[in-house]
Structures are given as C-alpha cells and as structure tokens.
C-alpha cells in the first residue's frame, strides 16, 4: 500500500511563493504518475499539476500554467509543486495522489492513492 504526506501549506500574501512536499512510502513501484490537486471551501476538487515518475512528463492545469512547477525526486520519493506568483484564488487544502498510469492527466479520478492534504491560504 502506498502512503502520501503533504507538507509546506502556510498563510502567504498575493505575490508570494510557497513550495509543497509530497513524500511517498510504501508500495511506490505500483504508481506512475503523482498529481497535485486542490479544494476549496465550496468547490470541487480540481487537478493541479502532474508529472510522470519515470519521464518527468508534466501537466498544468490552465489556472496555473507559468505559475507553478512540478519536479519530482525519485531517489528521495518526493515530488514538489513550487508555487509563485500566488493569488487569492490559489488558496484551497492541497492534496498529491497517485496514478497507476504512466500517462495520467490531471482528472482526480485516474488517481487512486490520496494524501490528506495541507492547507495554503493566500491572504492580505
């Protein structure tokens, strides 16, 4: 079974950066592809950002595209999503998952391991 911890959530004001930690454990081989997706209070979990483990192939959702940067560790089984140019509309409870696929997109529901997430609130 594959565990996943989110870290680096924080209270951050428009314009600033933030770096988010995914660190897996567990059954890793299984998984190809972690995502990073967000929910706001009220609002449905929307997909983020992804990148496959294996060719570091990346996906960005259009809200966050020149913003944000996915990156991944694999010797360390970590996975980043560095985030710049933060706006109001970024904050939201961040969670990463994984996918089983090699070449999953950002559709939560391709994603069958979840953490439990870590809060960012972007706020003046």
Same mark, same amino acid.
């Given at each position: 079974?594959?565990? +996943?911890?989110?870290? #680096?959530? @924080?209270?951050?004001?428009? #314009?600033?950066?933030?770096?988010?930690?995914?660190?897996?454990?567990?059954?890793?081989?299984?998984?190809?592809?972690?995502?990073?997706?967000? &929910?706001?209070? #009220?609002?449905?979990?929307?997909?983020?950002?992804?990148?496959?483990?294996?060719?570091?192939?990346?996906?960005?959702?259009?809200?966050?595209?020149?913003?944000?940067?996915?990156?991944?560790?694999?010797?360390?089984?970590?996975?980043?999503? &560095?985030?710049?140019?933060?706006?109001?509309? @970024?904050?939201?409870?961040?969670?990463?998952?994984?996918?089983?696929?090699?070449?999953? @997109?950002?559709?939560?529901? +391709?994603?069958?391991?979840?953490?439990? #997430?870590? &809060?960012?609130?972007?706020?003046?």
């Amino acid at each position: 079974q594959l565990q +996943l911890v989110e870290s #680096g959530g @924080d209270l951050v004001q428009p #314009g600033g950066s933030l770096r988010l930690s995914c660190a897996a454990s567990g059954s890793t081989s299984n998984y190809y592809t972690i995502g990073w997706f967000r &929910q706001a209070p #009220g609002k449905e979990r929307e997909g983020v950002s992804c990148i496959s483990l294996s060719s570091g192939r990346t996906n960005y959702a259009d809200s966050v595209k020149g913003r944000f940067t996915v990156s991944r560790d694999n010797a360390k089984n970590m996975v980043y999503l &560095q985030m710049n140019s933060l706006k109001l509309e @970024d904050t939201a409870i961040y969670y990463c998952a994984a996918s089983p696929l090699p070449y999953a @997109d950002v559709r939560p529901s +391709l994603y069958t391991s979840w953490g439990r #997430g870590t &809060q960012v609130t972007v706020s003046s």
